[in-house]
């Protein structure tokens, strides 16, 4: 150890670049969002739709779209967000 006094104004240290690196890197994340996905009863969401419902045209229509634009503008880092296409999707329908 040095009897030298720290000057604190100096360097950053290595704990505050960690944490300048982590927000620099950080993406986005989103919940898991499968459709598809089978539940115990009934086998399938599938199942439980008719073929002819107004929420298989918005499913179809949305899932369709181009939607980076969107994606950019959530900026990534925190809590995971839900998927921007599965929100649309409850927007519009609602």
């Keep these: 150890m040095s009897d030298e006094p720290k000057d ?8 505050t670049q960690r944490k300048k690196r982590k927000r620099a890197k950080s993406a986005q994340v989103f919940k898991p969002y499968v459709q598809d996905q089978n539940m115990l009863l009934p086998p ?19 899932e369709g779209l181009k939607l980076d634009a969107l994606l950019a503008t959530y900026k990534g880092g925190g809590a995971s967000a839900y998927y921007p296409k599965m929100l649309l999707k409850v927007l519009i329908y609602e």
């Design 44 to 62: 399938s969401l599938e199942e439980l739709i008719p073929e002819k419902h107004l929420v298989r045209v918005i499913n179809t229509t949305i």
């Design 8 to 15: 604190l104004f100096s360097e950053p240290t290595m704990t």
